[in-house]
């Protein structure tokens, strides 16, 4: 996929816009936090911009909200 690429490439500053974000499901926050475990793993990370309500609340109701920096960039 695309985000092995970006990973397997070494970026370090990925962003992750989610102002369009309509709906997360459970899969897709699984992604996204996978995605933060792998590049925090090697030293990078995984900003948020943009503002959605679908991950704030998932976020938060999987005890996550503190996760990613405290919440969304906006």
Do not use: C, H
Not at 11 to 29: A, F, H, Q, W, Y
Request: glycine residues 10%; aromatic residues 2%.
């Amino acid at each position: 996929s695309d985000l092995k690429q970006l990973v397997s490439q070494n970026k370090k500053n990925l962003r992750l816009d989610v102002s369009k974000l309509e709906n997360i499901t459970t899969p897709g926050l699984q992604l996204i936090l996978s995605l933060v475990k792998t590049l925090s793993a090697t030293g990078n990370f995984l900003s948020i911009s943009g503002e959605s309500i679908s991950l704030s609340g998932a976020l938060k109701d999987a005890g996550l909200e503190n996760l990613l920096g405290g919440g969304n960039d906006k």
